[in-house]
């Protein structure tokens, strides 16, 4: 039988044997270097605790070595892996975007160009015939760091003006915060590392609230203020958790006046909100941590929302006054349905949305507002259920980016299409 009628799998077998043979006497081996930890009472031993010093040249080394020995092995089939990926590639859109959204008089879109690796991001006034501009250019930004260039959160200022983000260069959670023009593109290193992803811009479009990582265990603790165009010896502390089993996350809430400041563990957690416009006040605690109680909280026209499972397992939907958030004054919108999850809920101007899962998979139920009748929702046929994206899930690209607010726009669209 000719060479080339040979399937292509069995060609690769024929050569396999002597770059095996070769890769095996290659073998990298770490290294043993046992560490003792004591704590409870106990001793631990950790052979290789040293491969934690991701700067350590013998780390480095090693990780090297453990490359160049993948590369060895795989060699026999990377004919194989050539002709998969030039497939996949023959396959690939021209170009990948994301549904138009419109915030605050802008409209934003993410897109991917054929082959990419990171997205673009553009926008227009919300008005027929406006032309198009740059917001980010991830690939540009990339450029001059091919190890690692992970795009985080990224949020554009109310005045419009510019687009602060968040960068991990390491793979590691580990974030450094830029501030980008959008009308010049100068792009300014703040200075700010070891911080998490969550941004949020001030009312006054100077101040930006941002939150840090302990440096060892990148459990996300702390949330500086800091006046652009400042030294960063000037940001200010505006909260620490101190309890270790505790993890803090902030976001913009849907009515764009306060910042809401999560405070969470795996069965308990705490809100606490800051008026936006108001950026050197100081936070207010919505409902004090107590063990096993778990509640979201959103803020649309004079009212605060939130999701509970407070005398609800399953949980239910509530709102409370602006002036009078705490739990006393929460009244419930959409009860606890047993053997049904809420799960999520998003909140608009005119209705609010919930998702509520069972056995069955997840559904949206949605009810007006101010009279709270339900809206019915048809289920599409064949199509299955569909599910609200949560806050922190929003706009997540390839990249892993997310923007400003493009859960509610894309959850209002898919309820309302149905």
Same mark, same amino acid.
């Given at each position: ?34 560490? %003792? ?33 993948? =590369? ?44 990419? &690796? ?6 227009? !006034? ?18 001059? $760091? ?46 700010? =590392? ?48 101190? =309890? ?24 308990? +957690? ?7 416009? $108001?950026? %050197? ?8 941590? &107590? ?45 606890? !349905?047993?053997? $049904? $999850?809420? +799960?999520?809920? !998003? ?39 569909? !599910? ?7 706009? &997540? ?22």
């Amino acid at each position: 039988m000719a060479a080339g009628a040979v399937p292509l799998a069995s060609r690769l077998r024929f050569r396999s044997a002597n770059a095996i043979e070769t890769a095996a006497r290659a073998v990298p081996i770490a290294p043993v270097t046992p560490k %003792t930890f004591r704590a409870f009472g106990g001793a631990r031993i950790d052979n290789y605790d040293w491969l934690r010093d991701r700067k350590d040249p013998r780390v480095i080394a090693y990780l090297n070595a453990e490359n160049a020995y993948a =590369d060895v092995r795989l060699e026999p089939i990377k004919p194989l892996v050539d002709e998969l990926a030039a497939e996949l590639r023959a396959r690939e859109a021209q170009e990948d975007a994301s549904v138009p959204t419109s915030y605050n008089n802008y409209v934003y879109e993410r897109r991917f160009t054929q082959g990419a &690796q990171y997205p673009y991001i553009v926008r227009r !006034k919300d008005a027929f015939g406006a032309q198009e501009e740059m917001v980010l250019d991830v690939g540009a930004l990339a450029a001059s $760091h091919p190890q690692e260039y992970q795009l985080g959160s990224w949020n554009v200022s109310p005045d419009n003006t510019r687009v602060a983000f968040a960068v991990d260069f390491t793979g590691g959670r580990d974030f450094r915060i830029f501030v980008r023009t959008i009308a010049t593109g100068e792009t300014v290193d703040q200075g700010i =590392d070891n911080a998490s992803s969550d941004l949020v811009f001030g009312a006054d479009s100077n101040t930006i609230f941002y939150v840090r990582n302990e440096p060892t265990t990148l459990r996300s603790y702390q949330v500086w203020r800091r006046r652009l165009g400042t030294n960063s010896k000037s940001d200010v502390l505006i909260y620490e958790e101190s =309890d270790p089993t505790f993890n803090v996350s902030m976001g913009l809430s849907r009515s764009r006046k306060f910042i809401l400041l999560n405070i969470e563990e795996e069965r308990t +957690s705490e809100f606490r909100y800051l008026p936006a416009d $108001h950026p %050197t006040g100081e936070l207010k605690v919505i409902e004090p941590r &107590q063990r096993g109680i778990i509640y979201d909280v959103d803020h649309v026209g004079d009212e605060f929302f939130i999701r509970t499972n407070l005398d609800a397992p399953d949980f239910r939907l509530m709102r409370a006054p602006q002036a009078t958030p705490a739990a006393a004054h929460w009244n419930e919108i959409v009860p606890e !349905k047993a053997g $049904h $999850h809420l +799960s999520h809920f !998003k909140v608009f101007e005119t209705f609010v949305a919930v998702d509520l899962e069972d056995e069955s998979g997840t559904m949206i139920r949605v009810f007006d507002l101010p009279e709270l009748r339900e809206i019915q929702v048809p289920r599409p046929a064949n199509r299955g259920r569909l !599910k609200l994206l949560r806050g922190r899930e929003r706009s &997540q690209s390839r990249s892993g980016s997310k923007g400003p607010a493009f859960s509610f726009q894309q959850s209002t669209a898919a309820a309302m299409r149905l």
